[in-house]
Structures are given as C-alpha cells and as structure tokens.
C-alpha cells in the first residue's frame, strides 16, 4: 500500500483513537444512556454499568438491556417458571439493590 493510499486509513485509525469509548461500556450502560427517561444522566449510567458488572454475567446484561425498550420483556421474564428465566430475574434483582445502594 503506498503512503497516501495508507493516510486515510491512518487518519483514521488515529481519529478512533482520539474518540470517546462508548464501545466500552456494557450492555447496561448503553442502554441506559440511550433511554428517554428525564432522569438519565452520564454518570447515573456509569454507576448503574458498574452495578451491573460485579452482579450480572455478560449475558444477564445483555438480556437485561432488552428491558430498557421493552419492559414487557422484564415482566414476562419475572412471571416465567422457566429455571433461565427465574435465574436471571434473581440476578437483576440482586443487580437493581446493588445500583440503588452504590448510585442513589
């Protein structure tokens, strides 16, 4: 590759380097910050995304975000006799104490 077929994607490798990181944050933290709800705010998000790793498994967040656009899904998940199902409304139980004792 020549040099200035090269600098576009070198200026661009540098651009995503000097961007924010909101791929970094978790599952919970992103659907968070991409609610509606008035309240939401940056480092409310942080905190609840920190909540949510020391008590949910990569795949608890990801499910768990689902709530966020339909929280159907979290009442349909709370009243399922499926073991998953009880599993996971466990966890976002322990996960929603854990956020309101670290964030409120």
Do not use: K, Y
Request: with cysteine; net charge positive.
């Amino acid at each position: 590759m020549t040099a200035t077929r090269f600098l576009p994607v070198l200026a661009l490798a540098v651009t995503s380097l000097a961007a924010p990181f909101p791929a970094a944050a978790n599952p919970i933290e992103r659907a968070c910050n991409a609610s509606d709800r008035p309240a939401v705010t940056r480092s409310l998000c942080s905190c609840i995304g920190s909540a949510a790793e020391r008590t949910l498994s990569r795949s608890q967040m990801r499910e768990g975000a689902r709530f966020f656009a339909d929280p159907q899904r979290a009442q349909d998940v709370r009243q399922s006799n499926r073991r998953g199902d009880e599993d996971l409304w466990r966890a976002w139980r322990s996960f929603g104490e854990t956020a309101e004792a670290m964030c409120s």
